[in-house]
């Protein structure tokens, strides 16, 4: 079966990934709860890359920041989007945008079919 892939990379101060990781935590469970497929929520490690275009760049890091690449994956967009009204709606998530430990302006983020599902 195709799936349908939300992702998202997220430029972040190292200082706040473990309260990123605190809210991540609680968001992944909402998120299957309400039935996607799976959610991965993963901090930079190996950002020194020679070939391409590294996360780095093309998010412009700033001194002091880490890149965190993330996931979600669902039965289709028609899934997702049901998925996701749904979890727009949970008051679990409802935060203050000026309180989160990332700066929203500087994720990028995207809805993929998935062109390889093995």
């Known amino acids: 079966m195709a799936k349908y892939v939300d992702g998202f990379v997220i430029p972040i101060p190292k200082k706040n990934l473990q309260a990123y990781r605190r809210i991540a935590q609680k968001a992944g469970k909402i998120w299957r709860e309400y039935g996607a497929l ?13 070939m391409g275009v590294p ?9 002091g920041e880490t890149v965190v690449f993330a ?20 008051p679990r998530l409802h935060m203050d945008p000026k309180a989160m430990p990332f700066d929203f302006k500087r994720m990028t983020y995207g809805g993929f079919k998935a062109l390889v599902d093995l």
């Open 71 to 90: 996931w979600i994956v669902y039965k289709s967009r028609a899934h997702r989007d049901s998925v996701n009204a749904k979890v727009m709606k949970d």
């Open 38 to 50: 799976e959610y991965r929520e993963c901090a930079g490690d190996d950002l020194k890359v020679q």
């Open 55 to 63: 996360f780095t760049r093309l998010v412009k890091l700033k001194p």
